[in-house]
């Protein structure tokens, strides 16, 4: 049996474990969860799982053998064997970086898949030059996902969560097809849906799932609205998509939606905007006005909101979507469009989080990587889309002196030492 292995222990990790643990005998893989910190109290023994979609609910058995830790003494051998390695923690770039550098160190990388949860958007870009850069990632699949493959909250040894009908995902291999139906066998209950697999895994160019995600968009938006950061000082939790949308800010999501959608096109590229996303992901009716559309996800929306603003400060809120917002404006820039809603909502946005003692770091998010990147539209497209045939045309082409000056860990960006990421990771909940 093969080894599959999940680093990042929060709730879309350990739910993601429970489904490869559940399923085991039909992929057959052996799934184990590697934390990034502190494993904490964490589910073991039976974990009871309600579906939110139709209140179904099932067990699964979690044992010790099916956790590590990514700094453990095991887990480079973990690493190297495993076929399938899946990276679920935010994408906030000190991790992101970090954890990009680890996998290109591994001796082994040929026919591994690597998957990145939550990838579109804020990395992206950086994830597809890595790919370019580093000529030992040739044989490597690198698939992206849009957002997560589920929504999911865990309290105690309870999961209360909604498998999405339908994820997004872009594939960077030289066996693009392959790879995907690699992604498909690990979510083996399609017949259920009467999908290939659950969620249905979509294949979309890398330049279009740039555009897919609007954490940005719903997530900034939402907790650094007036009248949420006034409950966040207060120490008042409200449901994040629900409660924390009123008809003041709905008009703004709006706007900022459609702006994402008109800096697609600018690339070439069709996107949804987030009610069609709704939409398609949990088969919701879809409705033309935002507030509307986003008070109809009571069922399936229930996070709350961070609970004070020390944690709204180090929240994946800010950490994983101010660059994700960094990204979007870069690539206008790039792209030469005005898009003024998005303008005027950065301004404000860096406004609040300098208020708030956001650290500098967290604002620029990649943009030292995206800096050393052609502002070109034409590149930016060949790069998202197939950044594999870039490399190979680097590969074939220059000499082995250069070659060596290629590899993506020396791309501008400080290195992460594990000390100074463990202490970062403290006060995120990332697993």
């Not at 179904?56 to 058995?61: F, S």
């Not at 017949?191 to 609007?214: E, K, N």
Request: aromatic letters at 6%; hydrophobic letters at 40%; glycine letters at 8%.
């Amino acid at each position: 049996m093969s080894d599959i292995i999940v680093i990042g222990g929060g709730h879309v990790g350990l739910t993601l474990l429970t489904d490869l643990v559940a399923a085991e005998k039909t992929h057959g893989f052996r799934p184990k969860l590697l934390f990034v910190r502190d494993a904490g109290d964490r589910p073991r023994g039976p974990v009871t799982r309600t579906n939110l979609m139709d209140g179904q609910q099932d067990r699964v058995e979690l044992r010790e053998e099916h956790f590590g830790s990514l700094y453990g003494e095991e887990a480079e051998a973990l690493l190297e064997r495993a076929e399938h390695i899946i990276v679920t923690v935010p994408d906030i770039p000190v991790l992101r970086l970090e954890l990009m550098r680890r996998i290109a160190g591994l001796r082994s990388l040929a026919g591994k898949v690597v998957t990145f949860v939550r990838a579109g958007q804020g990395g992206q870009p950086v994830i597809a030059d890595w790919v370019r850069r580093t000529p030992r990632l040739r044989n490597t699949s690198i698939v992206l996902v849009e957002d997560s493959f589920y929504g999911t909250r865990i309290s105690g040894q309870h999961i209360a969560y909604k498998r999405k009908l339908s994820v997004n995902v872009s594939v960077y291999s030289r066996t693009p097809h392959i790879a995907a139906e690699r992604v498909r066998t690990l979510f083996p209950l399609g017949a259920l849906i009467g999908r290939p697999s659950w969620p249905d895994v979509v294949v979309r160019p890398g330049i279009g799932l740039l555009f897919d995600p609007l954490g940005y968009i719903i997530h900034i938006g939402v907790a650094f609205h007036a009248r949420n950061l006034a409950k966040t000082r207060a120490g008042r939790k409200y449901l994040h998509y629900t409660d924390g949308i009123d008809r003041e800010l709905a008009p703004l999501l709006a706007a900022l939606d459609e702006e994402r959608v008109e800096l697609a096109a600018a690339y070439g590229v069709e996107t949804e905007t987030f009610p069609h996303v709704i939409e398609r992901q949990y088969g919701l009716p879809h409705r033309s006005d935002f507030y509307e559309m986003m008070q109809s996800c009571r069922g399936i929306y229930r996070s709350t909101s961070c609970g004070s603003l020390d944690e709204l400060r180090e929240s994946r809120l800010v950490r994983e979507d101010l660059p994700g917002l960094r990204t979007i404006r870069w690539l206008a820039d790039a792209a030469g469009v005005v898009l003024p809603v998005t303008k005027q909502y950065e301004a404000d946005v860096t406004r609040t989080a300098l208020e708030l003692g956001v650290a500098a770091a967290d604002l620029d998010g990649y943009l030292p990587q995206l800096s050393a990147m052609p502002a070109d539209v034409p590149f930016l497209r060949s790069l998202l889309v197939a950044p594999h045939e870039l490399q190979e045309r680097v590969v074939d082409g220059r000499s082995a002196a250069a070659l060596l000056r290629l590899p993506w860990s020396c791309m501008p960006g400080p290195v992460v030492h594990e000390e100074v990421l463990q202490k970062r990771l403290e006060v995120l909940n990332v697993g």
